[in-house]
């Protein structure tokens, strides 16, 4: 079975603090695609990140960091320095390479940053 | 390019109403998905499409319809629309290169939808 879990459900943070967000996954296949995505209060989905299964490269981004680590089957997200416009619900989510064409979304983790 | 379009943003219907939402993409993706949101439930797949005139279920099919005539568009239908379908809907898109990447979704703006 296929699973995505965030268990943080909402995280508050003052401005200028470091924030991780957690995600593990569940998934038998050797090969898949690991993604984040942000919506802020205006609703849409915005894309973050893509890692596949092969590449366990942290990857930095700004203010943005993402820690893959296979051996844990977690993809968790850091944000440095945070600031208000970081607030959102921030999704990860789980996309088998064979078998199915669907993405196994988790229920997000709502960040408020306060100023 | 306008990415991928929904329509209507918002539209409030009464129990029993039937409507359509529209989703239309112009960056020729194979694969086409509508999801629902609900506080707390973060997405659930409705129904998907892999192609032209293909659709199949995801994990919250029931009471909705769906069709894909064209490769751009892809139509989510209520028949009989009941309280427990307000939500926001989403509709998505992607596409996997030839070498088998499989990439990220682009993602429309959201329907408001209430069933009063």
């Known amino acids: 079975a296929q699973k995505v879990t965030q268990a943080q459900t909402e995280i508050s943070v003052v401005e200028k603090e470091d924030v991780t967000l957690d995600c593990v996954y569940e998934?038998?296949?050797?090969?898949?695609?690991l993604f984040w995505y942000k919506q802020p209060p205006s609703g849409e989905l915005v894309f973050l990140i893509r890692?596949?299964?092969?590449?366990?490269q942290n990857e930095i981004s700004g203010r943005y960091s993402w820690n893959f680590q296979k051996s844990t089957s977690s993809f968790n997200f850091t944000i440095t320095a945070s600031q208000v416009v970081d607030s959102a619900v921030y999704f990860c989510a789980l996309r088998r390479t064979s078998g199915t064409y669907k993405y196994i979304f988790g229920t997000g983790t709502r960040l408020k940053v306060l100023a | 390019n306008a990415g991928v379009t929904q329509t209507p943003k918002f539209r409030v219907l009464k129990t029993g109403q039937s409507m359509t939402l529209l989703c239309a993409q112009d960056m020729n993706h194979e694969y086409m998905y509508w999801y629902r949101q609900d506080p707390g439930m973060g997405l659930r797949l409705i129904h998907y499409s892999v192609g032209e005139g293909t659709t199949a279920k995801g994990e919250v099919p029931d009471g909705y319809n769906v069709s894909r005539l064209k490769k751009q568009n892809f139509l989510l239908g209520l028949e009989s629309a009941a309280p427990s379908q307000t939500s926001v809907y989403f509709c998505?898109?992607?596409?996997?290169?030839?070498?088998?990447?499989?990439?990220?979704?682009?993602f429309g703006p959201g329907t408001r939808l209430t069933v009063l």
């Open positions: 998934t038998r296949d050797t090969t898949y695609y």
């Open positions: 890692r596949n299964s092969f590449d366990e």
């Open positions: 998505a898109s992607s596409y996997s290169s030839l070498a088998g990447v499989y990439n990220e979704q682009f």
